[in-house]
């Protein structure tokens, strides 16, 4: 079975970065797309950032021009690096992949900016 472990995350003040990772505990053939996303108490999931298997971006504007999305095709990991961090960032992260038929969900990182 496959499984998407996450790291990264952490408390850290206002300014700072991280770097959550999510990597797959065995191969996974044909992903369509990477993502992720955070949900904080009390509010809907929302989606955070993406990479498609071609390798188009999208981020929402929130996090636009502060956070960036990659992968490591080959360990079949998806990166969120994120900068300059704000109060409203925190939150609990979660990365997904997509693989026809497949949808795999990471155990989710918490991640928690102080001011």
């Known amino acids: 079975q496959v499984q998407?472990?996450?790291s990264g995350g952490g408390l850290v003040q206002a300014g700072a970065s991280l770097r959550l990772s999510c990597a797959a505990s065995g191969r996974v053939?044909?992903?369509a797309f990477m993502c992720w996303y955070r949900q904080a108490p009390g509010k809907q999931r929302e989606l955070v950032a993406e990479?498609?298997?071609g390798g188009a971006t999208?981020?929402?504007d929130s996090v636009s021009g502060r956070f960036t999305i990659s992968r490591d095709n080959a360990k079949t990991t998806v990166?969120?690096?994120m900068n300059?961090?704000?109060p409203e960032d925190t939150a609990?992260?979660?990365c997904r992949v997509f693989a026809a038929p497949?949808?795999?969900w990471g155990q989710g990182t918490q991640v928690t900016v102080s001011s």
């Open 4 to 6: 998407l472990v996450e």
């Open 58 to 60: 999208n981020y929402a």
């Open 92 to 94: 609990v992260y979660y």
């Open 84 to 86: 300059t961090l704000k």
């Open 79 to 81: 990166y969120l690096q």
């Open 29 to 31: 053939f044909g992903i």
């Open 51 to 53: 990479i498609t298997s």
């Open 102 to 104: 497949y949808n795999y």
